[in-house]
């Protein structure tokens, strides 16, 4: 077994994760001194119109590298455990795994398992730190590895990595850049963790902010907003669960929109259509919609869907769900 740079003897790691976000880490882990010996991932899931089976991004970048990939309904199985104790792990990288670790597992790698998160703690604490960073109209935000402990994010932190958040930045954006530069990061710390030179330290007490999981009846516009709130709300919910309003009684999934500084007398919701787009006023100035996608259709650009939708004068968004 190869040594890790510097002559320290690499380590033998399980990576823990699920998403796209969190396959740049393994990437550039198992192209890494240390040895990714097994993954940990969600079950496969049924998924789309067919409801076929799927693996996670990371199940199936494991499999392609010929990696073992564990799949316990809970990490809280005795199975798993056991398992977990066979493999006689150094570390547990975790990124976006998308389950609770038990102490019962925390415990058994000698140097824990070590979490990428994607923001600057103690800032957005939870599962949805991305989506409430631009939502709250940060102008940066980062990311954290620490030593996962059972409290939420509350481990002592072994380094950052601080990102711009974009005027125009999606959520779908920034997690694209942050999975590259938080993988990158993460195995920093695991060279560090191996060399012994590098100790985690306690969080700061103070700027603790919470970012829960956003649910799709979280991400229906409130068009009585300001236009720049509408905006960083549509924004942090893109690409998922996705932006929507409501249109005859309909759902209207929404796009990026464009802030405007004044309202043009629209009242919250109404519609105005004509030669610089589909409009919307706001609780203060409006926006301009960008693509929009009816049920059952696919997403078209607003003015497209406004000829064939003919919203009448003084017709609004946002009413109730028939």
Do not use: C
Request: no cysteine; hydrophobic share 40%.
């Amino acid at each position: 077994m190869a040594a890790a740079r510097g002559g320290e003897p690499p380590l033998r790691l399980l990576f823990a994760g699920t998403p796209d976000v969190a396959v740049p880490s393994l990437e550039l882990l198992l192209a890494s001194d240390h040895e990714v010996v097994a993954v940990l991932t969600r079950p496969d899931a049924r998924s789309g119109r067919g409801r076929t089976v799927s693996r996670s991004p990371v199940a199936e970048r494991a499999d392609a590298a010929g990696v073992p990939v564990l799949q316990p309904r809970s990490p809280r199985e005795p199975e798993f455990l056991e398992q977990l104790t066979e493999l006689a792990v150094d570390s547990a990288p975790v990124v976006a795994y998308g389950a609770l670790v038990p102490q019962a597992a925390l415990a058994l790698p000698r140097h824990g398992w070590v979490n990428l998160h994607f923001s600057l703690l103690p800032a957005w604490r939870g599962a949805a730190p991305v989506q409430h960073a631009i939502m709250a109209g940060d102008e940066v935000t980062g990311a954290s590895t620490f030593r996962l402990e059972a409290g939420l994010d509350t481990g002592p932190v072994y380094g950052v990595v601080t990102e711009p958040i974009d005027p125009r930045d999606t959520a779908g954006d920034l997690l694209g850049r942050l999975s590259i530069s938080g993988a990158r990061l993460l195995r920093t710390t695991l060279d560090g963790i191996a060399a012994g030179t590098l100790e985690p330290r306690p969080q700061p007490t103070e700027g603790i902010s919470l970012a829960p999981r956003i649910e799709p009846a979280d991400a229906r516009v409130d068009w009585s907003l300001p236009a720049h709130v509408v905006d960083r709300r549509v924004r942090g919910v893109t690409p998922a669960p996705g932006a929507w309003t409501t249109w005859r009684g309909d759902r209207l999934r929404l796009g990026p929109v464009e802030p405007l500084p004044t309202s043009l007398g629209l009242a919250d919701g109404e519609l105005s259509v004509g030669p610089t787009g589909v409009l919307v006023g706001t609780g203060r100035g409006a926006v301009r919609l960008g693509d929009v996608q009816p049920a059952g259709k696919r997403m078209l650009p607003a003015p497209d869907w406004a000829r064939g939708a003919r919203p009448a004068p003084g017709e609004r968004l946002g009413g109730e769900v028939s």
